[in-house]
């Protein structure tokens, strides 16, 4: 395959640097020069709406929507996603062909040096209801306000006040550079999003050409991982609104998939883990089940399964 490959992706600088490590991992991996594949930045409605939460406003299709219409109009040839942003179940004629090896999983606490040693009453934006309810449940005195916009304008609006501290994916602020930005959270204390630090290149299914290409840069134990956490989302039914953690990881050939739901104050937790043998596909829908037969009714009606 001699032509131009072309890679879709946002325009957001995090997304452009992500575009530009998958263009990167395929010139190497086959030899190509960087100039034999072409990066498409294509607009998507959640980068033109930046003041209300996710949730609020349509979901995870808000950013994939516009780029599953370029790659199934054949505009471009893959598209590449930070996965914890991609809706758990997609529209059959797109595949997953590779995700790159995940980076730090953690979330970093920007603003103080931990959760612990936030004033009393301190002001958090973000707008990730699993964020939110995760430090309610450790500090119930927090209040939490709506922060949206891309990682420097989360972190311009702490260094101007609008909130004493935020919190950001340490995947994000590592591959922009800003490493030496906020303190990672252990994830003992905040278990991550599903799928955080992984970043997936989608192809058309039924494009071979551009499967065999793309797959030639899949980290095996980071798709083992994340399978199993989307896995553990799907039988949930867990959307947007649902508060839920989940990080896979493997260990002498086992795979221990780490799960927990809230309750959206963060006033309800329920936890759990399951372990198997990596590609026991029953892992996680079977950890989804046990945790929701376990929930109080107020985690329980927030998921679509019930
Ligand atoms: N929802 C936005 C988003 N999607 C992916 C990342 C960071 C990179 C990653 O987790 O792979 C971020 C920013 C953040 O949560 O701080």
Same mark, same amino acid.
């Given at each position: 395959?001699?032509?131009l490959?072309r890679?879709g992706?946002?325009?957001?600088?995090?997304?452009?640097?992500?575009?530009?490590? &998958?263009?990167?991992?395929?010139?190497?991996?086959?030899?190509? !020069?960087?100039?034999?594949?072409?990066?498409? &930045?294509?607009?998507?409605?959640?980068?033109?709406?930046?003041?209300?939460?996710?949730?609020?406003?349509?979901?995870?299709?808000?950013?994939?929507?516009?780029?599953?219409?370029?790659l199934?109009? %054949?505009?471009?040839?893959?598209? &590449?996603?930070?996965?914890?942003?991609?809706?758990?179940?997609?529209?059959?004629?797109?595949?997953?062909?590779?995700?790159?090896?995940?980076?730090?999983?953690?979330?970093?606490?920007?603003?103080?040096? !931990?959760?612990?040693?936030?004033?009393?009453?301190?002001?958090?934006?973000?707008?990730?209801?699993?964020?939110?309810?995760?430090?309610?449940?450790?500090?119930?005195?927090?209040?939490?306000?709506?922060?949206?916009?891309?990682?420097?304008?989360?972190?311009?609006?702490?260094?101007?006040?609008e909130?004493?501290?935020?919190?950001?994916?340490?995947?994000?602020?590592?591959?922009?550079?800003?490493?030496?930005?906020?303190?990672?959270?252990? &994830?003992?204390?905040?278990?991550?999003?599903?799928?955080?630090?992984?970043?997936?290149v989608?192809?058309?299914?039924?494009?071979?050409?551009?499967?065999?290409?793309? !797959?030639?840069?899949?980290?095996?134990?980071?798709?083992?991982?994340?399978?199993?956490?989307?896995?553990?989302?799907?039988?949930?039914?867990?959307?947007?609104?649902?508060a839920?953690?989940?990080?896979?990881?493997?260990?002498?050939?086992?795979?221990?998939?780490?799960?927990?739901?809230?309750?959206?104050? %963060? !006033?309800?937790?329920?936890?759990?883990?399951?372990?198997?043998?990596? %590609?026991?596909?029953?892992?996680?829908?079977?950890?989804?089940?046990?945790?929701?037969?376990?929930?109080?009714?107020?985690?329980?009606?927030?998921?679509?399964?019930?």
């Amino acid at each position: 395959m001699a032509s131009l490959f072309r890679i879709g992706t946002r325009g957001s600088p995090l997304a452009l640097t992500q575009a530009g490590m &998958v263009r990167d991992a395929l010139s190497a991996a086959h030899g190509r !020069s960087a100039d034999s594949f072409e990066i498409v &930045v294509i607009r998507t409605t959640g980068d033109r709406v930046q003041d209300r939460a996710l949730a609020e406003i349509g979901g995870k299709a808000l950013w994939t929507k516009e780029l599953d219409r370029a790659l199934l109009a %054949g505009e471009v040839d893959c598209c &590449v996603h930070s996965l914890k942003d991609v809706e758990t179940i997609r529209p059959t004629p797109i595949a997953i062909a590779a995700t790159l090896p995940r980076a730090d999983v953690r979330d970093r606490l920007i603003g103080a040096a !931990s959760i612990e040693a936030l004033k009393h009453g301190a002001v958090i934006g973000t707008s990730s209801p699993r964020r939110a309810a995760q430090l309610r449940a450790i500090r119930p005195d927090l209040s939490i306000i709506v922060f949206r916009g891309n990682v420097d304008t989360r972190l311009a609006k702490v260094a101007a006040g609008e909130a004493d501290a935020t919190l950001l994916a340490a995947a994000g602020l590592d591959r922009l550079g800003r490493g030496d930005v906020g303190h990672a959270i252990p &994830v003992e204390t905040m278990l991550p999003a599903p799928s955080q630090g992984a970043v997936a290149v989608e192809v058309r299914a039924e494009d071979a050409a551009a499967r065999a290409l793309v !797959s030639a840069i899949d980290c095996a134990t980071t798709c083992a991982c994340v399978t199993a956490e989307r896995a553990l989302l799907a039988e949930l039914g867990a959307d947007c609104h649902s508060a839920v953690g989940a990080l896979a990881t493997i260990a002498d050939g086992e795979l221990t998939l780490r799960a927990e739901l809230l309750a959206e104050d %963060g !006033s309800d937790k329920v936890a759990g883990e399951a372990r198997g043998a990596v %590609g026991d596909i029953e892992i996680a829908p079977g950890l989804a089940r046990e945790l929701l037969e376990r929930a109080p009714a107020s985690i329980r009606r927030l998921f679509a399964a019930e």
